[in-house]
Every structure is written in C-alpha cells, then in structure tokens.
C-alpha cells in the first residue's frame, strides 16, 4: 500500500495529489507539464512538498504534520530517469555495484549475478557506457536502480528518449521486471501504447492533478 497526499506550490504550477496505490504495478499517464516526474520528485525527496504525508507499506516517509522528512539517499526509492545518468568513468559492472554500495560483498554478488540474468547484461559488465547503446544504458540504469533493493521503483518516461527499434528491444525487460520483481512500480508515461504492456492499471495526472485510475 502507497499513500500519497501532497501539496507543492511553485511560481506557475501547483501539483495537488492525493495517490492511494495498491497494485503492484501502476503507470502514471498525462501530457507533458501535466505534473508527473514533480510527483516522482516529491515521493523520492527530491523535492518537499508544503503539506501531506507520503507512507510506503506503513513506513512514513514524509509527514508534515509530524515532522518526518526522511532524506533522500534513505528513503529506499529506486529511480530510473530518461537520460540513464550512468557514471560515465566505471564499467557496467561498477555502475551497477554502485546500487548495492550499502551492501556486504556477498549480497553484492548475489545480486550482480540476479540482475545479470535478468536483464541479460552479462556481455556487457567490462564495458563503459560510452560503449553501449540507449537502450543497453537504460538496462544498466534500470539494473542498478534494482540493485538497491528498493522499496518501491520508480521509472520516470524511461524510453522518451529512444527511437521505435531501441524502444522494441528494452520493452520486453521492462516486462519481465514487472512480472518477476516483486517490488512495486510506478510507471510514468505520456504514451498509453507502453502503459498497456506493462500494466492495466493508470492513474491520469494533469495540471498537477491526479485523477482516478482510468
């Protein structure tokens, strides 16, 4: 259970949300401008709400009336972002144990070997991302995000930036991480043809609105 209730005011746009999310995997749909990776931004901590709550299956993580702000590095959130934001001076597999930095060697590799399989990054581990195509970034970004073990993922228009064949070939991983990762996804999206490969569940934001699942 994801509840979120929040209200953010800037100079030309107010998001105002009240999310209550129970399936494990949930696509936020709008135009752009509409509000959506403003939302990713206030559930990961990036950006502070002016009032509301943010509760991940009983754990607050921002209560403005109890005054809980957990930072953002603690918050256990994996996000993926449109443009990969690889380190562009460690290998694929460095990249990739930077998500687990926090864990013992022995639950690195055990997770190196899980993500691995799963998104089939094994011939790629030595190579830097100057090296890969979009697609492969986006398969490492979304490995070291899982890496984490996160206690919600978050993908924010992750295929925006790849052209129809890229976008072919990363999609069927983006499946097999919805049907197999048992952590719950938000999915964000200005295209409804992604969104119904992954999940029949959307919520529709605009003008900083979210509205029911449609």
């Known amino acids: 259970m994801i509840e979120i209730v929040a209200t953010l005011s800037r100079k030309r746009f107010k998001l105002d949300a009240y999310v209550a999310l129970t399936h494990r995997v949930t696509a936020l749909f709008g135009p752009s401008g509409a509000g959506k990776s403003t939302l990713l931004n206030v559930i990961a901590g990036i950006a502070h709400p002016d009032s509301g709550r943010i509760v991940i299956d009983g754990v607050a993580l921002f209560d403005a009336q109890q005054k809980i702000d957990i930072p953002v ?38 997770g190196l070997e899980e993500i691995t399989a799963l998104l ?43 052209d129809k064949r890229l976008k072919s070939q990363i999609l069927p991983y983006l499946k097999r991480v919805a049907e197999e990762v048992e952590i719950p996804m938000i999915y964000v999206s200005h295209s409804m043809d992604e969104i119904t490969q992954l999940t029949d569940h959307v919520m529709h934001i605009a003008h900083g609105k979210v509205h029911a699942a449609i």
Not at 74 to 97: A, T, Y
Not at 128 to 145: F, M, N, T
């Open 120 to 162: 089939e990054l094994g011939s790629l581990l030595r190579q830097k991302p100057y090296q890969l195509s979009g697609g492969e970034k986006q398969r490492v970004a979304l490995g070291r995000a899982l890496m984490s073990k996160p206690r919600l993922l978050m993908l924010d228009e992750p295929l925006a930036s790849l």
């Open 73 to 110: 590095h603690q918050r256990q959130i994996g996000l993926v972002f449109q443009d990969h934001r690889l380190f562009p001076h460690l290998s694929v597999e460095k990249n990739l144990r930077y998500g687990a930095h926090r864990f013992e060697s022995a639950a690195q590799q055990k």
